[in-house]
């Protein structure tokens, strides 16, 4: 059986590709994590949602040495996806160094191996925020990046040149990257979504945590020049993206990339302010949400939304979930993390 490699797997997309992964393709799933930010539990609940098992290994992708020799006994491996990533704008404002090392070694790392091993398929997680502040809207996978607004942006410009030249100088592996636009919400069931173990910085897991008293919501900024005055983002259901995982390795693995580098955007193609998340929250969950509004956050992007025909011609990809669906399975999860304390 081939086997296909997860990093990042007890993360929040990871975790959610993993359930897609068991539940709908036949790959043996090896998930590498460190818990860096995520807990062990995280592959308990992935077990609860699926009837297939999979092998689970911790090793910090920074280390080399322990990478090739965790894995040195697994053959056939189809392919890796790469998820493992530090993800907080804010946290890497305030600590580059620690994005650049970690970001950029576990790549690079990882892309060594994929050539020592001459595993064929690679799929890895880059984000909207390497368009910065772009000239036109919806930005499409040709609109040209801008400078990177945070050094967590900058990892993932850096992250897609790297793998540019690497597949340049071995094109036997085929890569595609995945631009994802904001994943937001939970996995249907509403028995698993983001679990961060650090203070969450992503507003809608601060959304669901105010709703309960846990935290207290600051919104950044209601100046920009946007539609209401609010930032805006394109948000996108977790599972979605997961699915869009699923559609990469197939269309890898039946070779129909016409380039060693594929490239895709993965949002709705909306731009929703964060007022409108608030309000699609308030009416989903039926609540009032107290939160106050501040000085704009260091690092924001004013405004970013997709054009994803690409993901859809090319991958068949079509996102399911809209903005209440997706804020309803996130208040879900909340509740349901409540129940459990
Ligand atoms: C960024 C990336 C996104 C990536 C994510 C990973 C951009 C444009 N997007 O998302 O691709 O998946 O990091 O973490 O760079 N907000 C508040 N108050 C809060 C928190 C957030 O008002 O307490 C606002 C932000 O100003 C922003 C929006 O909510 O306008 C979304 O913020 P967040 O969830 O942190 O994601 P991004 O930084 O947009």
Redesign the pocket.
């Known amino acids: 059986m081939k086997s296909i490699i997860v990093t990042g797997g007890a993360g929040y997309i990871g975790s959610h590709t993993i359930i897609e992964l068991l539940n709908n393709t036949d790959y043996n799933v090896i998930s590498i994590d460190n818990f860096s930010n995520s807990a062990a539990n995280s592959y308990d609940r992935v077990k609860a949602l699926t009837s297939r098992s999979f092998q689970t290994l911790n090793v910090d992708l920074c280390n080399d040495n322990d990478l090739r020799l965790q894995l040195s006994g697994i053959n056939n491996i189809a392919g890796i996806i790469h998820f493992a990533a530090f ?3 804010p946290e890497s404002m305030a600590d580059p160094v620690l994005y650049y090392f970690n970001n950029i070694n576990s790549l690079n790392n990882l892309l060594k191996f994929a050539k020592e091993k001459s595993i064929p398929n690679f799929i890895f997680s880059s ?3 390497v368009y910065g502040n772009a000239d036109e809207l919806p930005v499409t996978e040709h609109t040209k990046l801008k400078k990177a ?2 050094p ?2 900058h990892t993932k410009q850096i992250g897609e040149e790297i793998i540019e030249f690497f597949t340049r100088a071995n094109p036997s592996v085929n890569v595609v990257i995945l631009r ?4 937001v919400g939970a996995h249907i069931s509403g028995l698993t979504g983001e679990s961060p173990i650090n203070k969450p ?4 897991p ?1 959304i669901t945590q105010t709703a309960v008293g846990k935290n207290s ?5 209601n100046d920009f020049n946007t539609h209401d005055g609010y ?1 805006v ?1 394109d948000y996108v259901h977790v599972t979605d993206i997961a699915d869009a995982h699923i559609k990469a390795l197939d269309y890898l693995s039946q070779h129909k990339n016409k380039k060693n580098v594929s490239l895709f955007n993965l949002g709705t193609g909306k731009g929703v302010s ?1 007022l409108e998340v608030i309000k699609s929250f308030e009416k989903v969950a039926q609540t009032k949400l107290n939160y106050k509004v501040g000085p704009r ?1 260091e690092g ?2 004013v405004s ?1 939304y997709a054009n994803n025909n690409l993901a859809k011609t090319e991958l068949g990809w079509e996102p399911q979930f809209d903005l209440d669906a997706m804020m309803l399975s996130a208040w879900k999860w909340q509740q349901h993390l409540e129940q459990q304390s």
């Open positions: 993800k907080s704008v984000s909207c925020s607004e945070s967590y942006g994802y636009f904001n994943p910085n992503n507003l809608v601060i919501l600051t919104v950044f900024g930032c983002r964060v956050r924001d992007v970013v």
